[in-house]
């Protein structure tokens, strides 16, 4: 079946994870057999790393496919698919390796299942070079929900660098067909609210201190609106191990919804972890897109599967956002337009991302 089979390659671009996962998951949706060359070439630690095989596993066995080249450091894996079923799926990195992340190659196939998922992943909560949870419940889940679906996210335990120990579960309904979307409005920011959080042996004092300098930040640019930003210390019985951050949320008049994010690690002061989220929301804010950075490339492969037009307004355009438009290009029939927006505020970097899907139809339902 070699003819027949896509040959990707994951050194190009990004060069990282996220290649893989796009392209496992849309072989999985489209039936096409996929072989990854140069895995993960772009890091200073290339091959397959626990989470990323905990992903191919949970894809391979939503789909009852075949992995062949899935250990721990391979370069290259052949993935041959079958049928999504739905019912419960596990996967654990057996890390910090993110939960988020597992959710992201996940959720595109379960979808298109034959009947609903209940997935358990179990990993780092809130983990560097991802998405933390909080990020996934409070911007990414209300904006994919506008592709008209729904889905649970129970986060049971948090879990933590190094090791990891996060427990959440998603459960999700199959859709016919998803539908585009249009974010193209800003609006005006109505409200800013956020967590800043501690858990394990840490006191509750550096949850305050990040949120208080997260606001003296903010404040310097945006005098007129009340901001709220909760400081937590999670319950122990919730928490694995010993962690600490804060996530900042902008909400527009049009409902959109924007974000900066920082963890705290050893040996950084828990003031520059608040002030780092606060200058990523600002620069957000300041590109004047309807999705900050971090939302701008998750989006892609709805916007590739929906039927229609979807177009979203963003900032500059990441290189995860570049590569998962080509890789969904290449392996889809749809098709992405990027657009730099002259006759605005020529201060602005602002694009629109314009995506004629490809209308998958789930063949189950």
Known sequence: MDGDRVEIDGGIMEGGGQILRVSTALSCLLGLPLRVRRIRAGRSQPGLRPQHLS??????????????????????????????????????????????????????????????????LKGGTNAEMAPQIDYTVMVFKPIVEKFNFTFNCDIKKRGYYPQGGGEVVVQMSPVKELSPINLTERGTVTKIYGRAFVAGALPIKLAKDMAAAAVRCIRKEIRDLYISIQPIREPDD??????????IVAETSTGCLLAGSSLGKRGKNSDKVGIEAAEILLRNL????????????????????????????????????????????????????????????????TYIIECQGMGMINPNL
């Open 55 to 120: 992903g191919l596993e949970i894809i391979r066995d939503l789909c009852e496919g075949k992995l062949e080249g899935g250990e721990i450091g391979s370069t290259e894996i052949i993935f041959t698919p079958g049928k999504i079923k739905g019912g419960t799926h596990i996967a654990d990195t057996k890390t910090a390796g993110s939960v988020c992340l597992l959710m992201q190659v996940a959720m595109p196939c379960v979808l298109f299942a034959a009947s609903p998922s209940e997935l358990y």
């Open 286 to 349: 300041k590109h004047g897109g309807t999705v900050d950075d971090s939302l701008q490339d998750q989006l892609i492969i709805f916007m590739a599967l929906a039927k229609g037009v979807s177009r979203v307004k963003s900032g500059p355009i990441t290189l995860h956002t570049q590569t998962a438009i080509h890789f969904a290009e290449q392996l889809t029939k749809a098709k992405f337009t990027v657009t730099k927006l002259e006759e605005e505020d020529p201060s602005k970097d």
């Open 238 to 247: 919730q928490a694995v191990g010993t962690g600490s951050g804060i996530i």
